[in-house]
Every structure is written in structure tokens, then in C-alpha cells.
């Protein structure tokens, strides 16, 4: 769904915020859209607000990485 919306409103990398996903991690969809999620550390934490991107395929060529930090704190470094 969100893939959708991007490509209709040419939209690169959306940031998103309360993803309430616990642990880090990163995945491709089948339609070549990169997630990136943020979380926090464990599921014991009553605090996992969760942050993340997802980065259109046309851009994925041009990531040079990405730091996934805490639940609150995720970055990505495009050229």
C-alpha cells in the first residue's frame, strides 16, 4: 500500500515513525522496495516506538548504507 502511494506521488525514501516493531531489520519487497525498520533492543521493553525508511528501487542504487541506533534514532546515507 505504501509502495503504491510513493510511486503515485514520486516519492524517494519515506520516513517513518511509530512503527512499534521491536529489533532491527531490513527487507526487500517483491515489488524492490527496500524497509528499513529501527526498533528497540528487545520485546521486554515496554518502550518500542520504532523508526525506519522505505526507500524506493530507483534510489536503492545510489545507498551507500544504513544505521539502524535505537528506537528512536535510525539513518541512511544516500550519494
Known amino acids: 500500500m505504501l509502495e503504491v502511494h510513493m510511486q503515485q ?40 516506538a520504532g523508526v525506519g525508511f522505505l526507500i524506493a528501487p530507483r534510489v536503492r542504487s545510489s545507498l551507500i548504507g544504513f544505521c539502524q541506533f535505537s528506537n528512536r534514532l535510525c539513518s541512511v546515507k544516500i550519494k
Open 9 to 48: 506521488l514520486d516519492i524517494d525514501i519515506l520516513c517513518l515513525q511509530e512503527t512499534h516493531r521491536s529489533g532491527s531489520e531490513y527487507f526487500l519487497t517483491s515489488s524492490g522496495f527496500l524497509f528499513v525498520f529501527s526498533g528497540s533492543a528487545s520485546c521486554d521493553e515496554k518502550e518500542h
